[in-house]
């Protein structure tokens, strides 16, 4: 399979410090791939690697199946989207779009027809004559969207883009450029720090740590489906109990405290009785009831219970130490049950939706 960017056990060092650690991924043709992670975990410089802004110390870039690591950066076909947009400010939207195509020399009515093609793309055709400073933010991230666009490039990257931008506003730039990427067809590298955004926006995700990736997969996969601590932990919020291995048979069953069993789903790993584990459980998928209608139920006791508009959101004490945070849904019917701080309450989960882990 012919790939939009490969990249082949990539390495990037800087002294002893390896900001890039042996790296391969595979990035296809028209996707909208996510690069997330926290800060210093190598993403930013995954980036300016594949720009051609770094040197690899070690491995290989393929751009649709040609190594481009010797490649400087202006020949590449590939554009990148900063956060901190970097537009002229003395010059006019469209002179701002149509900056790259001049430096090519390009016939004028060329010129004119690409930057009125790339500003309707990102619909700000009709503040071709504005000045940046008479723009939004969000205004003018779609301009510096235009500019790059407007060279065709094979690859666009995007490098937090939407970071300087208020929630509401970002929020709502995340769905125009999941919009606009499915329109022109371009591929997207996206790098972002944000969880939701990644989940939201991606086709695939691969979450960075300590310059490696630590999983590729879809939002629902890496959310769903951790395949360790680190990434349950860093997507969304996430109860860990830690346990030991009692039994596997067909779910697996971690003693937790001396009086306390509960069951996972089982680990794609191989593990063996006695193992110490870690169970993960998301807060939204776990009910409390006032009565035990389950025999998978664990009892336990209120210890807060906060409303926070579209939920409750409650910790109970299971067992001596252990807690667990439960995200139970309001419906606004105002039949819903509630339970306050000391309300004893039976815990239940769906076998699958507890994820077995052993980092």
């Not at 629902?220 to 951790?226: A, D, F, S, V, W």
Request: net charge neutral.
């Amino acid at each position: 399979m012919l790939y939009a960017v490969e990249l082949v056990n990539l390495s990037k060092a800087y002294g002893s410090f390896r900001a890039v650690d042996n790296v391969s991924l595979q990035i296809k043709e028209g996707e909208f791939f996510s690069i997330l992670g926290p800060s210093g975990c190598g993403k930013t410089t995954t980036l300016r690697l594949i720009a051609g802004f770094e040197t690899p110390t070690s491995g290989e870039i393929y751009l649709q199946g040609q190594p481009i690591s010797g490649v400087p950066a202006f020949q590449r076909p590939i554009n990148t989207v900063f956060q901190n947009y970097a537009l002229f400010p003395h010059m006019t939207v469209a002179q701002n779009v149509a900056f790259g195509l001049e430096m090519q020399r390009l016939p004028r009515k060329e010129i004119e027809h690409r930057v009125r093609e790339a500003l309707e793309m990102v619909r700000m055709a009709d503040r071709a004559h504005s000045r940046p400073y008479q723009l939004s933010g969000g205004q003018q991230q779609r301009v510096a969207l235009a500019r790059a666009l407007v060279n065709r490039p094979s690859v666009l990257l995007l490098d937090e883009p939407l970071g300087a931008l208020d929630l509401k506003l970002r929020k709502a730039m995340q769905f125009e450029l999941k919009q606009i990427q499915q329109e022109v067809g371009i591929t997207f590298i996206y790098v972002t720090h944000d969880q939701e955004e990644a989940l939201t926006m991606s086709d695939r995700i691969a979450v960075m740590g300590h310059g490696q990736v630590v999983q590729c997969a879809t939002p629902e996969e890496i959310y769903e489906r951790p395949q360790s601590r680190y990434v349950a932990d860093f997507i969304g919020e996430t109860n860990f109990l830690e346990g030991t291995l009692i039994s596997l048979n067909g779910a697996a069953e971690v003693q937790l405290e001396p009086s306390l069993r509960i069951k996972a789903a089982p680990s794609e790993r191989s593990l063996a009785e006695g193992a110490t584990v870690t169970v993960a459980i998301r807060p939204e998928k776990i009910a409390l009831s006032a009565t035990n209608g389950d025999p998978n139920a664990v009892r336990g006791t209120v210890r807060d219970a906060v409303y926070i508009g579209t939920d409750m959101r409650y910790v109970v004490q299971v067992g001596e130490r252990a807690q667990l945070v439960a995200r139970v849904q309001n419906f606004g019917t105002g039949r819903e049950q509630r339970f306050r701080r000391g309300d004893a309450v039976y815990v239940t989960w769906a076998t699958e939706n507890a994820r077995l882990l052993v980092d």
